[in-house]
């Protein structure tokens, strides 16, 4: 077995989205070839309504999926073919925009007002850039999850784990999203495919990865130079993009370590990309905004 080193700490920096929503944006919207088929990843968690209750009002995607994972509260969705529905803790929701979709999505917080969730962009290559739109809405109870002796729970949105395949499936990039949660001081070693590029998303707790044995750092190291390797604070908003392996390794700190797991498999296409429409080339991407104002964008 083979560890992934870690190859840089990365942390989600404040961003304002839609019509005045508050998050926190890890990546996106630059050079995204290092998470390639990932596109965009945010976080949007708070606690005051005012800061995110003007949601994500009507707006067009082409040739993405967007993956929306909720914690707290809620999201309610629809959409220009009149599909309409409402995500709560706990959910997913995975929609393949292919040929275009025009949607909304509007969160309201739960009882005192908390509001968490992600929102993960992953590219779809060009044979499926145009392909129909599809939802996959996922249910809390229906994904699955693993817990080991330990205490370490895993659940599996996509992808299979220890023998448990997650609901979401035919995604083009085979990628696997899991949340894993560590108890405190406990070292885990999770697989992952050596093909796929991979990052970790921590929201809570605190911990080390590649097998350090301080929980309160990360060894990264860079593979093109002879320079020691380098500790960094990894905590709550902190993105950990891997290097090539075929497993990962944590170490979860004095309060345990919570943490998104994705991985998936690279298209290595040329990607141009304007707002929320990303398509191979410059001629593509305007196409797909003529269609926009010429009203013929929804095939």
Request: some cysteine; proline content about 7%.
């Amino acid at each position: 077995m083979s560890i992934r080193p870690v190859r840089r700490v990365v942390e989600a920096t404040p961003t304002l989205e839609g019509a005045g929503v508050h998050l926190r944006r890890a990546f996106g919207f630059g050079t995204t070839s290092d998470f390639d088929p990932f596109l965009l990843f945010d976080d949007f968690r708070n606690d005051d309504p005012a800061r995110y209750l003007a949601g994500f009002p009507w707006h067009p995607h082409r040739g993405i999926e967007t993956i929306t994972y909720v914690l707290a509260g809620t999201v309610e969705h629809g959409d220009s073919l009149g599909n309409r529905g409402t995500l709560g803790a706990g959910d997913v929701q995975w929609m393949t925009a292919g040929s275009g979709i025009l949607h909304q999505e509007m969160p309201k917080g739960d009882g005192a007002g908390r509001m968490h969730g992600f929102q993960l962009w992953a590219n779809l290559p060009r044979s499926l850039k145009m392909t129909a739109p599809r939802y996959q809405d996922v249910s809390a109870r229906d994904v699955p999850e693993a817990t080991d002796d330990d205490g370490t729970v895993v659940r599996v949105v996509c992808g299979e784990f220890r023998g448990r395949t997650g609901p979401v499936d035919g995604v083009a990039a085979s990628p696997r999203y899991l949340d894993v949660s560590v108890p405190p001081g406990r070292r885990k070693h999770l697989p992952v495919e050596t093909t796929q590029h991979a990052f970790a998303y921590i929201f809570a707790g605190s911990g080390t990865f590649r097998g350090a044995s301080d929980p309160q750092g990360v060894l990264t190291e860079d593979p093109s130079t002879d320079a020691p390797p380098v500790r960094e604070a990894v905590g709550n908003r902190s993105l950990v993009l891997f290097d090539r392996g075929d497993e990962v390794v944590v170490t979860a700190g004095e309060q345990g370590i919570r943490f998104l797991l994705v991985s998936g498999t690279p298209l290595g296409e040329p990607v141009a990309w304007r707002g929320p429409i990303v398509m191979n080339t410059q001629e593509e991407l305007r196409q797909a905004y003529d269609e926009l104002q010429r009203g013929t964008f929804i095939r």
